[in-house]
């Protein structure tokens, strides 16, 4: 699909913001129905789609974060970066999920070779530096495979997390994740 205005319709939503497919990588989108929620572009790259939701009609604005975390360390950073720069500059509810191509304990990863500490440093340290939760999940462990038997070298990952602060979890403090199948991989890890 070269982009998502198929299922806009399919969907029945009234508008969209998205970041069309590249190669392998099947983009991100946030789509919504203007007569139930406003949103507001605020900024989107590559590895993420930032917007000011608000539910109609008078609930309070709240930055959402779709991220679809790039394959390569290197513009990883970068995302990490811009996320430490969005929560400098917005400080009210903020909720942030998607695929962040990274594993944050040994414990979310089955198969293959150990997590690199220093990779998983740095998402911890965009994590604490901009004080967000991860979210409760409920349902499968892991977010991604390799697809693989457990003879030819089978791994499973949670690469997939709703993070958010403590201003939007006031908001909705009984919400949870529910993972009900695992994904597959766009690219080398």
């Known amino acids: 699909m070269e982009n998502h ?3 806009r319709v399919d969907f029945n939503f009234s508008d969209l913001i998205e970041i ?3 190669g392998r990588a099947s983009g991100m989108v946030i789509m919504w129905i203007d007569t139930m929620v406003a949103v507001d572009r605020v900024r989107k790259t590559d590895q993420e789609l930032h917007a000011l939701v608000q539910v109609l009609p008078n609930h309070n604005s709240w930055l959402v974060s779709a991220i679809y975390a790039s394959n390569y360390v290197t513009n990883r950073l970068t995302l990490w970066e811009n996320l430490r720069s969005m929560f ?16 944050l304990t040994q414990d979310k990863k089955w198969g293959g070779r150990n997590i690199s500490r220093n990779r998983t440093s740095r998402f911890w340290l965009c994590i604490n530096y901009c004080n967000l939760i991860d979210l409760e999940f409920k349902g499968c462990r892991y977010t991604w495979s390799n697809h693989r038997n457990r003879r030819h070298g089978l791994i499973l990952e949670r690469l997939d997390r709703c993070l958010v602060n403590e201003a939007w979890l006031e908001l ?5 994740v529910l993972v009900e199948e695992i994904g597959e991989s766009s690219g080398p890890a």
């Not at 903020?94 to 695929?99: A, E, F, N, P, T």
């Open 5 to 7: 205005a198929l299922l």
């Open 20 to 22: 069309p497919e590249v």
């Open 88 to 103: 400098d500059n917005y400080k009210g509810p903020w909720l942030i999920g998607g695929d962040f191509n990274d594993v």
């Open 172 to 176: 909705y403090p009984l919400v949870m």
